[in-house]
Nanobody, 117 residues
Framework: QVQPVESGGGLVPAGGSLRLSCAAS????????MGWYRQAPGKQRELVAT???????NYADSVKGRFTISRDNAKNTVYLVMNSLKPEDTAVYYC???????????WGQGTQVTVSS
């Protein structure tokens, strides 16, 4: 079992920045990829960015050039730096820790990000 815990959400004006953190505990030695997903009201959860243990990254087109994902394997923590925030970035942001050998991802409880226009 892995328990991701997110932090760092909040209310920011359009054009502002936030940094989200996600610390994983439990069987962290098995974690392969970690990532951020978001869900806006009335919409499905969508991928924001992922990063492998080796540091390979993947971003949604909507956040490329604005968001940066990074990872500290020693701390079992993943970060998401969000710049040039837009009102459409408003959502609950969820952290996911994926273990390939189990074919399972573990979700955090989510953190709210609200961007005012």
């Amino acid at each position: 079992q892995v328990q991701p815990v997110e932090s760092g959400g909040g209310l920011v004006p359009a054009g502002g920045s936030l940094r989200l953190s996600c610390a994983a505990s439990g069987s962290t030695f098995n974690i392969d990829a970690m990532g951020w997903y978001r869900q806006a009201p009335g919409k499905q959860r969508e991928l924001v960015a992922t990063i492998t243990r080796g540091g390979s990254t993947n971003y949604a087109d909507s956040v490329k050039g604005r968001f940066t994902i990074s990872r500290d394997n020693a701390k079992n923590t993943v970060y998401l730096v969000m710049n040039s925030l837009k009102p459409e970035d408003t959502a609950v942001y969820y952290c996911n820790a994926y273990i390939a050998m189990y074919g399972t991802g573990y979700w955090g409880q989510g953190t709210q990000v609200t961007v005012s226009s």
